[in-house]
């Protein structure tokens, strides 16, 4: 895969209304804990891939992206793992950020 030194500023807005209305959308239905748990897992996941393209040699050292990787990462391979939504919440907030500030056009 080609790796992607700018994301359309549109394509980044889109995921995340996108991501902000899953997060509602999950807030108005009747989610039972285990539910809401892969709910968080799969969007944290969802979160990564959609930028996974990105040229990480221009990532912010230790900044939310790097982070953002090893969370999916760790979500990938570790069933028992789980996101709080307070981290997933600020976790997404920086990496939109980073994305908007060092990979968008």
Sequence with gaps: M????NFDRDFVFNFKESFDLQLEAMDAAAMTPLQQRYFLR??????ELHFVSRD????IDGGSLQELRDAAQLMLHDAKAEVARA?????AEGVFAEILNGFSA
């Design 2 to 5: 080609q790796s992607l030194q």
């Design 42 to 47: 799969n969007l944290l996941i969802a979160l």
């Design 56 to 59: 990480t040699s221009a990532e």
């Design 87 to 91: 981290y997933l919440e600020e976790l």
